[in-house]
């Protein structure tokens, strides 16, 4: 059963900005002749981790909804300068918007069962051709 993560998108206004983030960091990566991927590091590891790698995504809600995902390649140890323990979740470059779904601010990540996760805006699904703000807007109104 595929288990997929969830956390607040600090910083990030769309998810234009969060791509153009992500990009910089997979191009910095690259220069070093590192691992072109992303990372975030979190305070906990999460326990359902099994369920999660290689299948799971972490979903980013930017300015109060769930707008993208990027897919979850592993989760890493980390132990940061201070000698405490982390996690670092090991993510794919890719970004890939979905359907607008309403979230409340909370803090760190959390669990989200897949068939709470909002579909990919896709072709087949409509409204990708759609402007961002638009669609916010829509949202919002609850009509998308």
């Known amino acids: 059963m595929t288990l997929h993560l969830i956390k607040l998108c600090v910083g990030a206004e769309s998810v234009d900005d969060l791509a153009g983030w992500i990009a910089q960091r997979v191009a910095d990566r690259r220069a070093a002749g590192a691992e072109e991927v ?4 979190t305070r906990m590891t999460p326990k359902r981790g099994a369920e999660i790698v290689g299948t799971g995504s972490l979903y980013w809600v930017i300015r109060g ?3 993208a995902r990027q897919p979850i390649l592993r989760l ?3 132990v940061d300068a ?3 323990n982390r996690c670092a979740i090991i993510l794919s470059p890719e970004l890939i918007a979905t359907r607008l779904a309403p979230r409340r601010p909370f803090q760190g990540w959390r669990y989200l069962a897949a068939e709470e996760a909002p579909a990919d805006l896709t072709g087949a699904t409509g409204g990708d051709d759609v402007p961002e703000e638009m ?8 009509l998308i």
């Open 65 to 67: 909804f769930i707008q």
């Open 38 to 41: 992303t990372r975030h590091v």
């Open 76 to 78: 890493d140890p980390l």
């Open 135 to 142: 669609r916010r807007e829509l949202a919002e109104l609850g």
């Open 82 to 84: 201070d000698g405490v």
